[in-house]
């Protein structure tokens, strides 16, 4: 069963501090001044200075003046280059690498530094989700779909809220391609319009919800080298809750399901997963025309075995519940 714990925010980890350094501007001082005290770029632009007092005039008897010692300690050791995007690259697949993740880095930013003064880069992989790293001890890494997630279900609850640092490279807003490449890899067919990371699982995977455009949606979990596939029907039967997935997308895919039965002209309103057993799974499906609704008995592949009218189904399931019939006599 899914469990739906919030991912952990790692807004305070992440806190964004970007530091600029700005170089101090030095006067120049001439190496070669002519008997005028002027410099190569003074006579070369014709700029008129003040004569140096020299040794054996009024006021002389002095040596030729030492720079002021100000203006010297105003000098600043310029400020290191900035790192070539290769170098950012590098450091990234380092970090990958000593954090123990799994990315072969193709593009990486580093868009500052956190609270503790410790490096974050993002890094873009050849597969997958791409990362957020903290040059910390030992080494972190953030996978960008679990950030995005935990911004969606925090922005659910406050729109305003601090969803601390996430990923920003373009290639890294691939959230609805990666997973539906996982999803379809785990059997599913319709065309995915929406996913995102929701949550914990009880066993700590993480959960992706997959929305479908006109059909029921789906919870998506690792398992193993595997995939734990759960359609919203069944999320719904145990307390769950789709977030992309309408209850009209649900009765519009599981029409199909009818076709070829007796309950093949039903125009399915309302669909529910009522429970399964050792027969397959059983499903109450309403219809748009008054009074009319069945139940329908789905083997593990999908494919209808039986219908019941809701008139007669009073003991399968403790009958229907959108279509009630009358009780059965004793």
């Known amino acids: 069963m899914f469990h739906k714990k919030l991912l952990a925010l790692v807004g305070g980890a992440l806190a964004l501090a970007l530091v600029a350094a700005q170089p101090a501007f030095a006067q120049d001082v001439p190496d070669n001044p002519d008997p005028g005290g002027r410099s190569e770029s003074d006579r070369a632009s014709g700029t008129i200075r003040g004569e140096s007092v020299m040794p054996g005039r009024i006021g002389g008897g002095r040596r030729d003046r030492v720079p002021d010692s100000r203006a010297t300690r105003q ?4 400020p290191p280059a900035a790192p070539t995007p290769e170098e950012i690259k590098a450091a990234a697949q380092a970090l990958v690498v000593a954090a123990g993740a799994a990315c072969q880095v193709t593009e990486a930013a580093q868009p500052g530094i956190n609270a503790e003064q410790q490096k974050i880069y ?3 992989c050849s597969e997958g989700p791409g990362l957020i790293l903290i040059e910390s001890t030992p080494p972190q890494s953030f996978n960008c779909l679990e950030l995005a997630g935990t911004a969606y279900t925090a922005r659910l609850r406050d729109p305003a809220a601090d969803v601390g640092q996430q990923c920003l490279l373009p290639a890294n807003q691939n959230g609805l391609a990666v997973i539906g490449g996982w999803a379809r890899t785990a059997g599913v067919t319709c065309t995915v319009d929406e996913a ?6 009880d066993a700590d ?6 929305g479908c455009a006109g059909a029921d949606g789906y919870w998506l979990e690792r398992v193993g080298t595997g995939w734990d596939l759960k359609d919203c029907l069944q999320v719904n039967s145990t307390g769950g809750t789709c977030r992309f997935t309408t209850g009209q997308e649900q009765a519009d895919g599981f029409e199909p399901k009818l076709a070829g039965t007796e309950a093949a002209a ?10 399964s057993n050792a027969n397959g799974r059983f499903y109450e499906a309403k219809c748009a025309a008054e009074g009319e609704g069945y139940i329908a008995r789905l083997n593990n592949e999908g494919v209808t075995q039986q219908i019941y009218p809701c008139a007669t189904a009073q003991r399968i399931g403790g009958g229907c519940r959108f279509t009630p019939a009358p009780a059965l006599a004793e």
């Open 75 to 78: 000098r600043a050791a310029p």
């Open 122 to 124: 993002e890094a873009a």
């Open 196 to 201: 995102v990371a929701i949550g914990k699982s």
């Open 205 to 210: 995977n993480i959960v992706y919800e997959v």
């Open 266 to 275: 039903c125009d399915v309103t309302q669909v529910r997963l009522m429970g």
